[in-house]
Each structure stands twice: as structure tokens, then as C-alpha cells.
T-cell receptor, first 112, second 118 residues
């Protein structure tokens, strides 16, 4: 099963960029890379996903390594509201329930 | 647009009592899921459904049952609650991507149901 490795925690200053890393060395060719985040006392919410090319949306950017064994979620200007747990997950296909697992993620603290 | 709605939001049960958590989604999604999240932990899949009338076991199904009688609803039942089932429960739903069903889909989560078993 494809798995991901993320740092337990990271800190950032408000209004500075944040780079959240994720390693997925056993990724297969058809695995999409998904990022979700969970604000305190809320359910996770979708942030971004991609397959091979870098992706941008209004929330963040996703940079995917050329060999796809790692990726980085980029928050261009962190705000206090971005303090959350960020999850990096592969596949997210319900046809294999192991693929629906959200690990411990990275807890991002944003300092004013 | 309500999205995914869970009821109740908070509940305290005594050991051995039974209860049902209700999840409703108004996005016409095929897939629905129940997760639990213990303090400081990630989310673990309990049961899921890929369509009306179908259910399947997830990572931690013991002690729980589910039903999907209507497409928009997914019920999670605890027949005999135990203190180990004290947790936050999240329901979620997603659509089936017709172009690539195995690529993974955006999952929409409810706000959670806090359950304490004493």
C-alpha cells in the first residue's frame, strides 16, 4: 500500500510562505496526491490534488517532484487561519479501504 | 447548500447503551464514509458505502454497524457502546469520477459528532 511520511509539526510566521513536505517513495504511476487540512474542531477540508504536474488553486500550490516520490504543499502567505493539521494522502479510492486512511499529518502553527 | 450534515453533534452514552448517528448529504454523491478520530490521531475508516444498499468494512469496523437505505443517508450504529468508542465521528461523502474511478475524489466531511461513553 502506498504510504506517506510527513513531519509531525511545523511552525511559520504570519504572512510568510510555508512549505509542507510529504514523502511517498512507494507511489505508483496512477496514484494521485491529495492534500487536506483540518482546522480545530472541524472536519477535514480539501486543499488540492495532483498527479504529475504542479497545481495551483486559490488556497495553495502543490509542487510534485519529477520522480513523484515527494511533494510539497505551498501556502504562499500564511495567515492565522491556516493553523491546522495538514494531511497528505495517496489514491483516496474507496475500492481499497487502506487508501482512505488519514495519518497523523503535520500540525502547522502560525505565529503572529 | 448544506453539504454533509451529522446528527447529533454531541452525545453522552452509558456503557452498553445503543445509539445511531445519522449522516445526510445533499450533493447526490455515490460514496459515503464513517471515520473516527481519537485525540491527537489521524482519521480511521470505520465503514463505507459505494452506493445505495451497499456497505463495506473499513479499517476499524468492530462494534459498529451501518446502513445505506437511501442514497443521501448513511447511518452508523453502536449496538452496545463501550468506553473505547469514545471519539469524534466524521461522516464524509464523495462522487464517483466517471473518467477515472480509481484516481480518488474530493471528499466532503461533516462537522463531526462528539461521542462520550461513560
Amino acid at each position: 500500500d502506498a504510504k506517506t511520511t510527513q513531519p509531525n509539526s511545523m511552525e511559520s510566521n504570519e504572512e510568510e510562505p510555508v512549505h509542507l513536505p510529504c514523502n511517498h517513495s512507494t507511489i505508483s504511476g496512477t496514484d494521485y496526491i491529495h492534500w487536506y487540512r483540518q482546522l480545530p474542531s472541524q472536519g477535514p477540508e480539501y486543499v488540492i490534488h495532483g498527479l504529475t504536474s504542479n497545481v495551483n488553486n486559490r488556497m495553495a500550490s502543490l509542487a510534485i517532484a519529477e520522480d513523484r516520490k515527494s511533494s510539497t504543499l505551498i501556502l504562499h502567505r500564511a495567515t492565522l487561519r491556516d493553523a491546522a493539521v495538514y494531511y497528505c494522502i495517496l489514491r483516496l479510492s474507496p475500492y481499497n479501504n487502506n487508501d482512505m486512511r488519514f495519518g497523523a499529518g503535520t500540525r502547522l502553527t502560525v505565529k503572529p | 447548500n448544506a453539504g454533509v450534515t451529522q446528527t447529533p453533534k454531541f452525545r453522552v452514552l452509558k456503557t452498553g447503551q445503543s445509539m445511531t448517528l445519522l449522516c445526510a448529504q445533499d450533493m447526490n454523491h455515490e460514496y459515503m464514509y464513517w471515520y473516527r478520530q481519537d485525540p491527537g490521531m489521524g482519521l480511521r475508516l470505520i465503514h463505507y458505502s459505494v452506493g445505495e444498499g451497499t456497505t463495506a468494512k473499513g479499517e476499524v469496523p468492530d462494534g459498529y454497524n451501518v446502513s445505506r437505505l437511501k442514497k443521501q443517508n448513511f447511518l452508523l450504529g453502536l449496538e452496545s457502546a463501550a468506553p473505547s468508542q469514545t471519539s469524534v465521528y466524521f461522516c464524509a461523502s464523495s462522487y464517483s469520477n466517471p473518467d477515472s474511478p480509481f484516481s480518488g475524489n474530493t471528499i466532503y466531511f461533516g462537522e463531526g459528532s462528539w461521542l462520550t461513553v461513560v
